[in-house]
C-alpha cells in the first residue's frame, strides 16, 4: 500500500516566493496534519483536517501561511510570500479518526524547504 | 492538555550496550502513547505504542517500552545497541480533542551508537 506522498521533496526559493507544497494521505484515511521541523523549535504541529475540515489552525505561524484539502486525497500547504526563516522540513501525516481511537500517525517523507 | 518531557537531547552508547531513551508524560486521563523513529532525511516511522492492557510493549527492530502508570512514564529500551539504531527518537502522547485525535511530540532524542 502507498504510504502519505508528499511533493516536492526539495525546494529551494528565493524570499518573497510563493511556495506550494502538497500532500497525498493514505487512501481510506480522513485526519490529515501539517507539521513543521526545525533544529530550533523541533517538530510543531501547524494545522489539522478531520474529513476535509480544518479543525485547529492555531499552530499556523503566520497569516503568509494557509493550508486547504479541497478532497479527501489532497492537501496544500502554501507560503506567500515566503521569507527565510520558513526554512524547514514540513511533514504531512495522517490518521483514521474513527476507526483508530489511537491516533495513530502515519508520515510521510517530508519536505525540505530553503528559502534564500 | 497533555505534555511530554524527553530527558536528554542526546544520548550516547557504544554498540552492543544497553539503550535507554526516557520519557515522562503529563495526561488527565489515560494515555495512548508512542514511540517514533526517524532516521536521517526521512519521515518519523512507528516503532511502538501502548494502547491498553499489557503495560509493557515490544516493538520493531527489538525496541520495547513499559508503561508505569504510578511513575508517569514511558521509557524506551533496547538491550543490545546496534550501529543501525543511530536516528531521533520521539515519545508521543495522544489527546482527545473536540475534533479528533491528535498527537503532541516531545522534543526528541538523538541517539549515537559508537564502536
Known amino acids: 500500500d502507498a504510504g502519505v506522498i508528499q511533493s516536492p521533496r526539495h525546494e529551494v526559493t528565493e524570499m518573497g516566493q510563493e511556495v506550494t507544497l502538497r500532500c497525498k494521505p493514505i487512501s481510506g484515511h480522513n485526519s490529515l496534519f501539517w507539521y513543521r521541523q526545525t533544529m530550533m523549535r523541533g517538530l510543531e504541529l501547524l494545522i489539522y483536517f478531520n474529513n476535509n475540515v480544518p479543525i485547529d489552525d492555531s499552530g499556523m505561524p503566520e497569516d503568509r501561511f494557509s493550508a486547504k484539502m479541497p478532497n479527501a486525497s489532497f492537501s496544500t500547504l502554501k507560503i506567500q510570500p515566503s521569507e527565510p526563516r520558513d526554512s524547514a522540513v514540513y511533514f504531512c501525516?495522517?490518521?483514521?479518526?474513527?476507526?483508530?481511537?489511537?491516533?495513530?500517525?502515519?508520515f510521510g517523507e517530508g519536505s525540505r524547504l530553503t528559502v534564500l | 492538555a497533555q505534555s511530554v518531557t524527553q530527558l536528554g537531547s542526546h544520548v550516547s552508547v557504544s554498540e552492543g550496550a544497553l539503550v535507554l531513551l526516557r520519557c515522562n508524560y503529563s495526561s488527565s486521563v489515560p494515555p495512548y502513547l508512542f514511540w517514533y523513529v526517524q532516521y536521517p532525511n526521512q519521515g518519523l516511522q512507528l516503532l511502538l505504542k501502548y494502547t491498553t492492557g499489557a503495560t509493557l510493549v515490544k516493538g520493531i527492530n527489538g525496541f520495547e517500552a513499559e508503561f508505569k502508570k504510578s511513575e508517569t512514564s514511558f521509557h524506551l529500551t533496547k538491550p543490545s545497541a546496534h550501529m543501525s539504531d543511530a536516528a531521533e527518537y520521539f515519545c508521543?502522547?495522544?489527546?482527545?480533542?473536540?475534533?479528533?485525535?491528535?498527537?503532541?511530540f516531545g522534543t526528541g532524542t538523538q541517539l549515537k551508537v559508537e564502536l
Open positions: 501525516a495522517s490518521s483514521s479518526w474513527g476507526r483508530d481511537i489511537t491516533g495513530e500517525l502515519f
Open positions: 508521543a502522547v495522544s489527546e482527545l480533542t473536540g475534533g479528533g485525535n491528535k498527537l503532541t
